[in-house]
Nanobody, 118 residues
Framework: QVQLVESGGGLVQPGGSLRLSCAVS????????MGWYRQAPGKQRELVAT???????NYADSVKGRFTISKDNAKRSVSLQMNSLKFEDTGVYYC????????????WGQGTQVTVSS
């Protein structure tokens, strides 16, 4: 059974930094991408950043230049370094593993709260 466990959320002041981590347990057979999504109160879940199996990264325009996604293949983990945090970064952040070959399937973590407040 695949499980994704996030850590690193919390309360931070505007301009501060947080680092989120996600560890994957269980077997995933195939090629997969990893990423982070977030959901603010009253809004739909949105993409924050992804990294492909080949190491290509993609960021939402709102976080470019502030957030950095990285992964450790040996540890099967993905991290999100968040700098210069803004009020609008507040939300629940979800780790995602997307199986792309064979087929397509999404695995999700339970979510970790990030609150940016003064």
């Amino acid at each position: 059974q695949v499980q994704l466990v996030e850590s690193g959320g919390g309360l931070v002041q505007p301009g501060g930094s947080l680092r989120l981590s996600c560890a994957v347990s269980g077997s995933i057979f195939g090629i997969y991408d990893m990423g982070w999504y977030r959901q603010a109160p009253g809004k739909q879940r949105e993409l924050v950043a992804t990294v492909t199996s080949g190491g290509m990264t993609n960021y939402a325009d709102s976080v470019k230049g502030r957030f950095t996604i990285s992964k450790d293949n040996a540890k099967r983990s993905v991290s999100l370094q968040m700098n210069s945090l803004k009020f609008e970064d507040t939300g629940v952040y979800y780790c995602n593993v997307r199986l792309v070959v064979p087929g397509r399937y999404d695995y999700w973590g339970q979510g970790t709260q990030v609150t940016v407040s003064s």
